[in-house]
């Protein structure tokens, strides 16, 4: 006993050495997107079908978490974003910005960001071949077939609310995929996109501001996919 207390005495009297703290998961990353508002969706692995959603505020120079939820991803893991074929059921890894948000029900308060609501009219076109691909349309077009197009409002609560994740939006490569969004859960694991519970998405909404370009980073903890890759 006595061997244990003079033992303890010359820790205390050196001190505790202190551990490091890790920087911010953003101020790990090649690039941010370049705003001040940031989303991170992080899984294990690329097999993984959970992992956690964080989104993040840039104050005084510094990276401040603003909130985190659960987040559920494709039921087929993650893959890159550049070598994703469409209906796999992955979700595409990678840096993407946030063109706007939509849903099944009115706009959540504090939403700032454009918001379409949702009607019996809206599609997500998904059909290689039309000119509409990985885009949303009121009213079918002729050359987008309903069996290759999501019928929005079908999805009830699982788009009660979503942000679209810019993913093949800006100039669609045809069969890497289309309709990749951040929404509310459903059942369990996603057909590629990244979803979280109700609460969390109107958080997210009444959070993102537009003028400070907020983007999404999916990836994983290590690996080609590593989300500090970005």
Known sequence: MRVLLVLGAALLSLGAVPVPVPAPLPARMADTGGGSQLITAE???TGATTGTLTWWDRRGGRWVKAGSAPA????????????????????????????????VRARPAGTRFPYVRVTERSWWCQDNDSRAYNRRVEGLPRDCRATEAE?????????AHALVIGFNYDRPVRGRGAGIFLHVNGRGATAGCVSVPADAMRAVLAWADP???PHIAVGTRSGPTAITRY
């Open 72 to 103: 559920r991803f494709g039921a087929q893991g993650l893959v890159e974003g550049a070598r994703r074929r469409q209906g796999t059921n992955t979700t595409p890894t990678g840096l993407y910005r946030l063109p706007y948000a939509f849903g």
């Open 151 to 159: 019928h929005l409002v079908s999805y009830g609560t699982q788009y």
């Open 43 to 45: 899984a294990a692995r």
């Open 211 to 213: 003028a400070r370009r």
